[in-house]
């Protein structure tokens, strides 16, 4: 039975819609001032809520750092921000482009101006970063925005959506709130461009809801991340590096390590050089006031089940902290799989959580081969002190992004596109990126006095025979 469209949360999104459409078109080009003005707006508005957004996010997590959500959601939205506000009178120029010379007494340029209307679906992990992103990307391009926080949060949705409603008129930006049916009914309004950001398998469905009305979008989803650790690589670093990575939100980050790729003979050596870096970043960690609650009880249960079925086939479940999983808390201790079954869950889904899956190899070879046989990556991590083999894994792989020598950090490099690739995603956001993702660019060519186009129009004749043979050949 088809889904009634009359729905009174469809016809809230509808009207919020159209308003923002009608704002748009009360101004399609807003100037350089005025873009600025917004994304200062915005940045002023985050900074004085900062610490009712570190409280709110904690409430939701039910338990989660202050300082790690000031970092991490805060300080990066803030850069993302300010970086914008900075480059986009930029970013806004025409930029020329050279005519052939047949087509002389002439020039072209491209010329980005807004999209329109861009709608934005932001998840439940990073509430806060995930969503300022967007919409500073999509405000620096002189758009009309409306989004929708994920229902997972609703401390955090509400104080969003109330801060937006204080700094934004109605026909600029606007928040919208509800569960799947809300996110279903968003995907499918004929936006200019959507953003999602969640999941493979909801990714799929936002991109099927969007193609009704051939909306663009940009899918930033996830995947298994791979850590590849060559053999040349600093073991203590690379450790914790990864720690950093894996346990930051618990592991609830979409580009978090995935899994560890190590030479066999390395992986004992390794695992100890995780517990020791555990202990010194999150010591006692299931009651450590510094690391995260899993997200609710599904999550948790479904990473308790990941364990549960590797332990039951045989795979050596290793704990990497001093204390146990607090379920009350759901504060999840760290923990390493030692070759798992690639049939394993663990294996084939993405985690998104505080257990990392270590597999051995014995040549670097059949690592790279190993990623290669495998969805491309959103991110892809690389531990090496030797050029050669950078170079030789970087030209043999593919994915969203890759970062070497450290984890997560690319993620704050504003001057680098963000996207995945296959399915970890399609499009690209963050600084310029997000800028022109956000626009249309317009190509321009413009006709200065007469050109060669006035002299092959017909009737043909002996001159064209001549032009004929000056142009092809």
Not at 27 to 35: G, S, V
Not at 211 to 237: F, Q, W
Not at 416 to 441: C, E, M, N, R, V
Request: hydrophobic residues 40%; contains cysteine; charged residues 20%.
């Amino acid at each position: 039975m088809a889904t009634s469209t009359a729905s009174p949360a469809n016809t809230a999104l509808e009207t919020a819609f159209a308003r923002l459409k009608a704002g748009y078109a009360s101004n399609p080009f807003p100037d350089l001032r005025t873009r600025q003005k917004h994304l200062k707006a915005l940045r002023k508005a985050l900074l004085s809520r900062q610490e009712d957004f570190a409280r709110a996010i904690s409430e939701d997590f039910g338990g989660r750092s202050r300082t790690e959500v000031l970092y991490s959601e805060v300080f990066v939205s803030i850069h993302t921000i300010r970086n914008a506000e900075s480059n986009v009178a930029r970013w806004m120029e025409e930029r020329p482009v050279e005519v052939d010379w047949p087509l002389q007494f002439a020039s072209a340029w491209l010329m980005p101006q807004p999209a329109g209307v861009i709608g934005v679906i932001s998840p439940w992990n990073y509430p806060i970063f995930l969503f300022m992103g967007p919409l500073a990307g999509a405000l620096a391009s002189g758009n009309r925005v409306l989004l929708k926080p994920s229902e997972f949060t609703p401390a955090t949705s509400v104080l969003l959506a109330k801060m937006i409603a204080d700094t934004f008129a109605p026909d600029h930006v606007t928040v919208v709130q509800g569960g799947p049916d809300v996110g279903v009914a968003f995907s499918r309004l004929p936006f200019d461009h959507l953003l999602f950001t969640g999941s493979t398998a909801i990714g799929r469905k936002v991109m099927q809801a969007a193609a009704e009305n051939l909306t663009p979008v940009t899918l930033e989803l996830g995947g298994k991340s791979p850590a590849l650790i060559a053999p040349d690589a600093n073991l203590k670093r690379a450790a914790d590096d990864i720690v950093y990575g894996k346990l930051l939100n618990a592991g609830q980050t979409c580009i978090a390590p995935d899994y560890v790729l190590i030479r066999r003979s390395d992986r004992d050596r390794f695992v100890d050089l995780l517990r020791a870096a555990v202990e010194k970043r999150y010591p006692r960690a299931a009651s450590n006031p510094d690391y995260t609650s899993i997200i609710n009880d599904q999550q948790f249960a479904r990473l308790t089940g990941y364990q549960n079925e590797a332990k039951a086939a045989g795979a050596a479940v290793v704990s990497l902290s001093s204390t146990e999983t607090d379920a009350k808390t759901r504060r999840m201790a760290p923990c390493a799989i030692l070759d798992p079954d690639e049939n394993l869950a663990v294996m084939q889904e993405e985690i998104f959580g505080p257990i990392l899956p270590i597999r051995s190899y014995d040549s670097i070879d059949q690592a790279v081969d190993y990623i290669n046989a495998h969805p491309r990556p959103l991110a892809m991590y690389l531990f090496s002190g030797s050029d050669r083999t950078i170079d030789s894994v970087l030209k043999r792989t593919v994915a969203g992004g890759v970062c070497v020598n450290d984890t997560l950090v690319q993620i704050v490099a504003d001057g680098l596109p963000f996207g995945g690739a296959g399915l970890s995603g399609i499009g690209q956001y963050h600084g310029k990126a997000g800028f022109d993702t956000f626009s249309k660019i317009k190509p321009v060519f413009r006709r200065h006095g007469i050109g060669i186009g006035a002299s092959l129009r017909p009737p043909y004749g002996k001159i064209h025979e001549m032009m004929r043979k000056l142009l092809i050949r």
